[in-house]
């Protein structure tokens, strides 16, 4: 398998812009999972879906961050508009079934908001 | 909310020295995970423990689930160069579809 995969991989924006994140689970995984890692905060869950439905936003930040998963081979994190503030690598991590199961990583989209 | 406690933050150890890092959290777990992530890298799986007091062992690296399912230790054996990342232990509740991370340590090793 291909594992998760995610694009962009790198992305510099400006302030004030949409930025779109992408990923495609490990097929076959139900859970689906986003994170942002800082230096500061640390790996925070921002949102989970299972089976395709969102179950737990609340580490979403704030109303400028959304994320939808149309399927079960793709999903999205949206963020407009962009702040420095949300510079930070975002990991998207999927797992199949079954409580405690193994949560494989994308390699992460690291962006940097100017 | 689960609270999950992670020690130390950092560590600096010469190599061939041992490490331990140390997860705890606030309430009876069902698993916990541990993961590894390299400098400029991902979160990578390393092993999952079960059952009480279970002990594991991964070459030079050993891992241990408390009697309680409270807390978990990480320890590496004659560190090398190559275990350097940053090292999260995963807490997993029943029925939780989530996981909850530590705080992670982070190891270096000097040459």
């Known amino acids: 398998d291909a594992g998760v995969i995610q694009s962009p991989r790198h992305e510099v924006t400006e302030m004030g812009q949409e930025v779109t994140l992408r990923c495609k689970p490990i097929s076959g995984h139900d859970y689906l999972f986003w994170y942002r890692q800082t230096m500061m905060r640390g790996l925070e869950l921002l949102i989970y879906?299972?089976?395709?439905?969102?179950?737990?936003d609340s580490g979403m930040p704030e109303d400028r961050f959304s994320a939808k998963m149309p399927n079960a081979s793709f999903s999205t994190l949206k963020i407009q508009p962009s702040e420095p503030r949300d510079s930070a690598v975002y990991f998207c991590?999927?797992?199949?079934?079954?409580?405690?199961?193994?949560?494989?990583f994308g390699e992460g989209s690291w962006l940097t908001v100017v | 909310g689960q609270q999950v406690m992670q020690i130390p933050q950092y560590q600096h150890v010469q190599e061939g020295e041992d490490f331990t890092t140390y997860c705890n959290s606030s309430?009876?777990?069902?698993?916990i995970q541990w993961y590894k992530q390299r400098p400029g890298g991902h979160p990578v799986f390393l092993i999952q423990l079960v059952k009480s007091g279970e002990v594991k062992k991964q070459k030079r690296l050993t891992f241990q689930f408390g009697e309680a399912k409270k807390n978990s230790s990480l320890h590496i054996t004659a560190t090398q160069t190559t275990d350097v990342g940053t090292y999260f232990c995963a807490l997993h509740r029943t029925n939780a579809g989530k996981s909850t991370f530590g705080d992670g340590t982070t190891l270096t090793v000097k040459p």
């Open positions: 309430t009876t777990l069902s698993n």
């Open positions: 879906f299972n089976n395709n439905v969102p179950i737990d």
């Open positions: 991590a999927s797992r199949p079934q079954g409580l405690g199961n193994t949560i494989y």
